[in-house]
């Protein structure tokens, strides 16, 4: 597709579980990055990729949270242990090496 | 660490009308500033991108200026649609090790609804 693609759209899992968001950037985009946005939050910086390394993960909240890149292509965030408080919208941006960013749709995860 | 503030929160304003949203940041060695939109249930989309070396953009209806040395940047929105209605977030890009890659700073939003 043209636009970066986020998968699941929805998730919903029980507390404790792991779970793995998917994020297919825009083809060539050599920067990703990951974000969260909480109810009634903004949007909360979680890490970002230039190829397939990670110079930034200052923003994982918790050792729960892991994410890799490969190929310089699709990137995974995973969730490991899931709590109450990981519930929120999960975006990813790419960039193609200039500072506009283009976002997905975003993955919404609730966990009960 | 930066620091990016929207006001106002929320502006409910009447078709037609045009209207201002105000975005201050702290850290005036930003890389770039970028207006976003945000409608519910979607992703962010790009309204407009300033690079700290230039004062303002123009795209239609949307007008953003810059002006770093007092850290404020400002959306004008001229003859506002119904359309128009969702959140507005200001976003400041820092580079790190001198590229174009590095951390986003975000707003908390300004919600904008317009009223037929």
């Known amino acids: 597709g043209a636009g970066v693609s986020q998968s699941p759209s929805n998730k919903v899992t029980e507390k404790g579980k792991d779970v793995e968001l998917r994020c297919d950037p825009i083809s060539g985009h050599t920067a990703l990055y990951w974000y969260r946005q909480s109810l009634g939050q903004g949007l909360e910086f979680l890490i970002y990729?230039?190829?397939?390394?990670?110079?930034?993960k200052s923003g994982l909240p918790s050792d729960r949270f892991s994410a890799e890149r490969t190929g310089g292509s699709v990137s995974t965030l995973t969730i490991q242990r899931t709590q109450q408080e990981d519930s929120a919208v999960y975006l990813c941006?790419?960039?193609?090496?200039?500072?506009?960013?283009?976002f997905g749709e975003g993955s919404r995860l609730t966990v009960l | 660490k930066q620091e990016v503030t929207q006001i106002p929160a929320a502006l409910s304003v009447p078709e037609g009308e045009n209207l201002v949203l105000n975005c201050s940041f702290t850290?005036?060695?930003?890389?770039?500033l970028q207006w976003f939109r945000q409608d519910p249930g979607k992703g962010l989309t790009s309204l407009l991108l300033?690079?700290?070396?230039?004062r303002e953009q123009t795209s239609g209806r949307l007008n953003a200026s810059l002006d770093k040395s007092s850290g404020r940047s400002t959306l004008y929105i001229a003859a506002s649609q119904s359309g128009d209605s969702a959140t507005y977030l200001c976003?400041?890009?820092?580079?790190?090790?001198?590229?174009?890659?590095?951390?986003?700073?975000f707003g908390q939003g300004t919600i904008l609804t317009v009223h037929p």
């Open positions: 990729f230039q190829g397939n390394s990670a110079p930034d």
């Open positions: 850290d005036s060695a930003i890389y770039n």
């Open positions: 976003v400041t890009l820092k580079n790190a090790g001198g590229t174009s890659y590095g951390k986003l700073t």
């Open positions: 300033i690079q700290s070396s230039q």
């Open positions: 941006a790419s960039s193609p090496g200039t500072p506009e960013l283009f």
